[in-house]
């Protein structure tokens, strides 16, 4: 596959990302998080299953062997991350949630790093320090006072659990013998049996749903549930994750750039925060080191020919 094609994926699986920030912020007004989420990933499961049958091909058989990390995947990013970012979307705006989720893989590299004993250079702990003042700067809206206050934006704090609980389903994902499409549907569907009772406890009337939220429905299940996943992964397998990585900054600035089509403003603080966050997630996820150590090697190279 060509690299054009590979970014192009990258590109489009951001921009629907970006979207479900969008969606979900008009679609939170008419429908509860819990049918958010559940509608959302139920539906995905019938084009899920036989995308992964397709594509991947995998070895069910492994199912048995991961039924414990799945049941967790499912708890974590299913169920928990989806209710919680849905639930957030009712008290920020869709550009401050993307902001502070944007700080996502840097705080996963710094948790391999205490869970999973990797190595934290120099460089990739001043940018975890540099995105952290970022997102302080994002929840206080660029009065780091407030941070002995405790007055934060309720959706702002709930974002933070995103990232913790997203951190979580990352770190368990790298133990999963099942390729990541077929593992998606699986831990999917454990997730809809687990969250089923909750969710027709609560009932829902899709009659009383405008032609928006019914719209916004299938978005989530055609775009950041199936497109993008499939977009993600192809591009993975292809330049490798740390290349990959670079694009989930995107995220941010697509969703800024729909919000600002479809009226909403952006403030100052929020780009400064922003430019923060994403200058310590290059440093936090070694990107900085990565193109040092490889100019170092061609600069050898050239010594040794």
Same mark, same amino acid.
């Given at each position: $596959?060509?690299?054009?094609?590979?970014?192009?994926?990258?590109?489009?699986?951001?921009?629907?990302?970006?979207?479900?920030?969008?969606?979900? #912020? &008009?679609?939170?007004?008419? $429908?509860?998080?819990?049918w958010m989420t559940f509608s959302r990933w139920f539906l995905a499961l019938?084009?899920?299953?036989?995308?992964?049958? !397709?594509?991947?091909?995998?070895?069910?058989?492994?199912?048995?062997?991961?039924?414990?990390?799945?049941?967790?995947?499912?708890?974590?990013?299913?169920?928990?991350?989806?209710?919680?970012? &849905?639930?957030?979307?009712? &008290?920020?705006?869709?550009?401050?949630? #993307?902001?502070?989720?944007?700080?996502?893989?840097?705080?996963?590299?710094?948790?391999?790093?205490?869970?999973?004993?990797?190595?934290?250079?120099?460089?990739q702990l001043l940018g975890f320090i540099i995105s952290l003042i970022g997102?302080?700067?994002?929840?206080?809206?660029?009065?780091?006072?407030?941070?002995?206050?405790?007055?934060?934006?309720?959706?702002?704090?709930?974002?933070?659990?995103?990232?913790?609980?997203?951190? !979580?389903?990352?770190?368990?994902?790298?133990?999963?013998?099942?390729?990541?499409?077929?593992?998606?549907?699986?831990?999917?569907?454990?997730?809809?049996?687990?969250?089923?009772?909750?969710? !027709?406890?609560?009932?829902?009337?899709?009659?009383?749903?405008?032609?928006?939220?019914?719209?916004?429905?299938?978005?989530?299940?055609?775009?950041?549930?199936?497109?993008? !996943?499939?977009?993600?992964?192809?591009?993975?397998?292809?330049?490798?994750?740390?290349?990959?990585?670079?694009?989930?900054?995107?995220?941010?600035?697509?969703?800024?750039?729909?919000?600002?089509?479809l009226g909403q403003m952006i403030t100052l603080v929020q780009v400064i925060?922003?430019?923060?966050?994403?200058?310590?997630?290059?440093?936090?996820?070694?990107?900085?080191?990565?193109?040092?150590?490889?100019?170092?090697?061609?600069?050898?190279?050239?010594?040794?020919?």
């Amino acid at each position: $596959m060509k690299k054009y094609q590979v970014w192009i994926m990258l590109i489009l699986a951001t921009l629907f990302w970006a979207g479900n920030f969008v969606m979900g #912020s &008009y679609v939170v007004n008419e $429908m509860d998080p819990v049918w958010m989420t559940f509608s959302r990933w139920f539906l995905a499961l019938f084009l899920l299953f036989p995308i992964a049958y !397709f594509v991947e091909k995998p070895n069910w058989k492994l199912v048995k062997k991961d039924w414990h990390y799945l049941i967790l995947n499912g708890i974590l990013g299913i169920i928990g991350y989806n209710l919680i970012l &849905y639930s957030a979307l009712e &008290y920020t705006t869709s550009t401050n949630a #993307s902001l502070v989720a944007a700080m996502n893989p840097g705080v996963i590299v710094v948790a391999s790093v205490i869970l999973l004993k990797e190595k934290l250079s120099k460089m990739q702990l001043l940018g975890f320090i540099i995105s952290l003042i970022g997102a302080f700067v994002i929840l206080t809206e660029g009065n780091i006072a407030r941070i002995f206050q405790f007055d934060f934006n309720k959706g702002d704090l709930l974002m933070v659990g995103t990232i913790i609980v997203w951190t !979580f389903y990352s770190i368990i994902g790298k133990r999963l013998s099942l390729p990541p499409i077929a593992a998606t549907a699986v831990s999917a569907l454990i997730a809809m049996i687990l969250f089923a009772p909750f969710a !027709f406890a609560q009932g829902i009337n899709f009659s009383e749903l405008s032609p928006l939220a019914l719209t916004g429905i299938v978005y989530f299940v055609l775009f950041p549930s199936v497109g993008s !996943f499939i977009f993600w992964n192809i591009a993975v397998r292809e330049i490798g994750a740390s290349q990959s990585g670079v694009f989930l900054n995107l995220i941010p600035v697509f969703t800024a750039i729909i919000s600002i089509s479809l009226g909403q403003m952006i403030t100052l603080v929020q780009v400064i925060g922003g430019l923060f966050v994403f200058t310590g997630v290059y440093l936090t996820t070694g990107l900085l080191d990565k193109r040092i150590l490889a100019k170092k090697e061609k600069a050898m190279l050239k010594k040794s020919s």
